[in-house]
């Protein structure tokens, strides 16, 4: 497989791990149209009124919408989520190649993000089984 993605351009045939499918969500575009949502399916805004900036130590949930994928799972394997602040394989955050995407221009400061995983705030990743 070969893509045009930076660190991604010759994936060896012999790698044990795949990816299968992405989620974006900007931050500050999280809100949600419940009567379109589902609980597979969130529907997000987009507007400009409906932007809510997001305000350092406050815990919010984020419904992330993944892109529709198809996989067959056998006996022992196992799934990995991996959660990052940029989507650039090689973790440079430069608007090159195919990563430009307009109006989301990087900042160069150091933030951290919290995945909170409790009985007050459950994450969850969900994915439907098809049989």
């Not at 892109?67 to 799934?79: D, E, S, Y």
């Not at 109006?103 to 919290?114: D, G, I, Q």
């Amino acid at each position: 497989m070969v893509t045009a993605r930076e660190g991604e351009r010759n994936v060896p045939t012999d790698l044990k791990e795949r990816e299968l499918t992405r989620g974006w969500l900007k931050a500050s575009y999280r809100a949600l149209d419940e009567e379109r949502s589902t609980p597979a399916q969130p529907f997000l805004k987009l507007t400009r009124d409906s932007i809510e900036p997001v305000k350092p130590g406050e815990i919010v949930e984020y419904r992330i919408a993944i892109l529709a994928t198809a996989n067959q799972f056998k006996a022992g394997h196992r799934i990995c989520l991996e959660i990052t602040a940029m989507d650039v394989p090689t973790g440079t955050g430069a608007m090159t190649n195919v990563e430009y995407i307009p109006y989301h221009v990087c900042r160069s400061e150091t933030v951290t993000h919290s995945i909170y995983h409790d009985a007050d705030r459950p994450s969850h990743l969900l994915l439907p089984i098809i049989r």
